[in-house]
């Protein structure tokens, strides 16, 4: 027999993100994303899902360009503060202790103790229910080379802690 679920359930585990957007030094954003994914590789671009009201949504809407960083499980409780303060109420750098760094490309910054980004180009938004779906080209990719040649390390994006968050919203534990 089969039952009716929530879909998203099933979707899991999905990886974490902290995508920045706006411009290095007027105070720019970060937001916690895991709704991101690849869609194409040549050319490369990803395609990341953000509600509507977001300030982050407006911020790359505006400015046509966001970075996708990758956090480890050490910065969880940053991950947590994105995802759960609004960049219309705070300055989240300031507000999670993370270091701005200038981007290669975009104007937006780079979270520094993430270890890697993705520098994208928006080339196409959507309408997509409560959220608005950003379809970008990927400019520049980097990381660490410790990393990347070594243990990448990247369990957090697999873990428990997303699945709980959206879980609170549907009204589960
Ligand atoms: C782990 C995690 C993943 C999240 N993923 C998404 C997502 O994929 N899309 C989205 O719209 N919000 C997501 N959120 C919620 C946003 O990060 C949150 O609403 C944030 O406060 C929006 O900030 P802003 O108003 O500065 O854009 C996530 C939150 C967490 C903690």
Not at 105 to 111: L, N
């Amino acid at each position: 027999m089969k039952i009716d679920v929530e879909y998203l359930e099933f979707m899991w585990p999905m990886r974490h993100f902290l995508i920045t957007c706006g411009v290095m030094g007027e105070r720019p954003d970060i937001v916690a994303v895991s709704f991101c994914m690849p869609v194409s590789k040549e050319p490369p671009l990803v395609a990341c899902a953000i509600a509507t009201g977001a300030h982050s949504a407006g911020l790359i809407e505006t400015h046509r360009e966001f970075v996708v960083n990758v956090p480890q499980e050490e910065l969880k409780r940053q991950v947590y503060y994105c995802g759960s303060h609004s960049g219309s109420q705070v300055d989240k750098f300031e507000g999670a202790g993370l270091t701005p760094k200038p981007a290669r490309r975009v104007k937006a910054p780079i979270v520094d103790e993430c270890v890697a980004h993705m520098e994208c180009l928006v080339r196409q938004v959507v309408a997509a229910g409560d959220k608005k779906l950003f379809i970008a080209e990927v400019g520049e990719a980097y990381a660490e080379e410790s990393l990347a040649k070594g243990d990448r390390k990247f369990s957090f994006a697999l873990g428990e802690f997303p699945a709980h968050i959206y879980g609170s919203r549907f009204g589960k534990k």
